[in-house]
């Protein structure tokens, strides 16, 4: 039966390690302080064991605009085609802040997800869009079991199609990817973990420092793709607080089609004794007005905010979504109530430019700079509006008391007979003398999460994914 997880209505997922950046704007933008904890549950050498990572952002932060996650490249990744299509190699669980239908964004709701180890061939691909026209369930292609009939989402035993329109850099070859699924308002949505070789250029926004380690890329949906095209839904805002825990397990668990013993199959190795440090970029929204609200929570991005777009009736008593700021009639007893002012089919608190129609008949939400402003409104559609804050956290993990350190041995790395962990260029590894060399495998085990929006979706604005939105060409 094909795995699904039923969320509480409007539930959030997380995802997101991939963003691509636009340019810098040069006014100060809001608090942004994200939070990072990575644990492993055994430090013993060249062991597979289970991992957490924790990553939040604090209630007043701005929303995430962008994080890429780094792992150290001498952690034992285990390629994607030594374990079954369908195992399940780790949990995730989050906490998000929403704001539903154009109400305050102050609504938390959390969400459970499996991700399985999914295809990373790209000559078998699927498509995110329903192109079975004949069909009565309006089901899009990715959310289909039928190529072939196995219990399995097609885009988990198939290679999402697009992927590849996703990244700056054409026909990237992931080492290995995870997807897991779940039903949202009624809506299958698709999270995947994507690992690459370290130094794989990502984005032009985006460091591709070899000695970072691997990048390791989350994709929500399509988000991203450049031929994606918006659409309303019942998200309308994604603000902070916000929560994300990850478990890497081990080993695999339900296993789908084959005759591995109860134990399953390794998902990672720890390196020799040593100290490494996990790393992630991390940029904030824009805030060009600088009153400590994002651009895509800030209906009226260019002026102050009378009130707090997290507080119901703060700034707007007519609960139009519109903040006093900017409102042409925020008074509700003179008619002040039109919660889409421009009448373009978003609701305000959705709307990218919500008092200048850019609705599907004219620009669909265009963003040309990324900003979270629409092209129609923005005071310069080319150059992107507010300062763009960058973080680094980092976790050092300790392995074996610490040592030269060094990825595992091929030894180590062996199971059922074949040698599984990737290794760059082939390169065997030695025998766990702690002098390893420098080009061993990371770990597609670790993924870095970001807690990113679903609804039907929307490609505007940041809970409503001016995150995952491709830089232009």
């Known amino acids: 039966m094909i795995r699904k997880l039923v969320l509480q209505w409007g539930a959030v997922i997380g995802a997101l390690a991939l963003v691509l950046i636009a340019g810098k704007g040069d006014v100060q933008a809001g608090t942004f302080t994200p939070e990072l904890?990575?644990?492993?549950?055994?430090?013993?050498?060249?062991?597979?064991?289970?991992?957490?990572?924790?990553?939040?952002?604090?209630?007043?932060?701005?929303?995430?605009?962008?994080?890429?996650a780094f792992i150290p490249s001498d952690w034992g990744i285990v390629k994607g085609e030594a374990i079954p299509i369908g195992a399940i190699v780790g949990k995730l669980q989050s906490v998000a802040t929403l704001g539903l239908v154009g109400s305050a964004c102050n609504q938390e709701l959390p969400v459970d997800f499996d991700m399985m180890n999914a295809s990373i061939d790209r000559g078998d691909t699927v498509s995110f869009n329903d192109t079975d026209k004949s069909d009565t369930d309006n089901t899009r292609d990715y959310a289909k079991d039928i190529n072939p009939e196995n219990g399995l989402y097609d885009s988990v035993d198939k290679y999402p199609d697009f992927i590849d329109r996703v990244f700056d850099t054409d026909n990237l070859q992931p080492i290995r990817r995870s997807a897991g699924m779940a039903i949202v308002a009624g809506i299958p949505v698709l999270l995947q973990f994507l690992v690459f070789e370290p130094g794989t250029h990502i984005s032009d926004n985006l460091?591709?420092?070899?000695?970072?380690?691997?990048?390791?890329?989350?994709?929500?949906?399509?988000?991203?793709?450049?031929?994606?095209?918006p659409e309303p839904g019942a998200i309308t805002d994604f603000c902070s607080p916000l929560t994300s825990h990850n478990v890497s397990f081990a080993v695999s668990e339900d296993n789908p089609d084959t005759d591995a013993d109860e134990s399953g199959y390794p998902v990672q190795f720890s390196p020799q004794p040593g100290t490494y440090t996990f790393t992630a970029v991390a940029a904030g929204q824009r805030d060009p007005d600088g009153d400590g609200y994002e651009n895509s929570l800030d209906t009226c991005p260019y002026d102050v905010n009378v009130g707090d777009p997290t507080i119901t009736y703060d700034g707007d008593l007519e609960l139009d979504g519109l903040d006093a700021a900017c409102d042409p009639n925020p008074d509700p007893e003179t008619g002040g109530t039109?919660?889409?002012?421009?009448?373009?089919?978003?609701?305000?608190?959705?709307?990218?430019?919500?008092?200048?129609?850019?609705?599907?008949?004219?620009?669909?939400?265009?963003?040309?700079?990324?900003?979270?402003?629409?092209?129609?409104?923005?005071?310069?559609?080319?150059?992107?509006?507010?300062?763009?804050?960058?973080?680094?956290?980092?976790?050092?993990?300790?392995?074996?008391?610490?040592?030269?350190?060094?990825?595992?041995?091929?030894?180590?790395?062996?199971?059922?007979?074949?040698?599984?962990?990737?290794?760059l260029g082939g390169v065997p590894q030695t025998n766990g003398d702690g002098n390893g060399d420098d080009d061993g495998g990371g770990s597609s085990a670790v993924i870095f999460i970001v807690i990113g929006v679903v609804a039907t979706l929307v490609i505007v604005g940041g809970g409503a994914f001016m995150m995952m939105r491709r830089k232009s060409a």
């Open 37 to 68: 904890d990575i644990n492993i549950a055994d430090d013993t050498p060249e062991t597979s064991s289970e991992i957490t990572v924790d990553f939040n952002l604090p209630k007043g932060n701005v929303q995430f605009s962008a994080v890429v």
């Open 207 to 229: 460091p591709d420092d070899e000695s970072l380690g691997y990048p390791s890329v989350t994709l929500l949906q399509n988000a991203g793709d450049r031929d994606a095209e």
């Open 338 to 423: 039109n919660s889409d002012e421009d009448g373009d089919g978003y609701l305000n608190r959705q709307d990218n430019c919500p008092l200048i129609s850019n609705g599907e008949d004219t620009t669909n939400q265009h963003d040309e700079d990324r900003d979270g402003i629409g092209d129609e409104c923005d005071k310069d559609a080319n150059v992107a509006d507010g300062e763009l804050l960058i973080e680094q956290p980092t976790k050092d993990i300790i392995i074996g008391g610490g040592g030269p350190g060094g990825p595992p041995s091929d030894e180590t790395c062996t199971f059922d007979g074949e040698m599984v962990c990737h290794r």
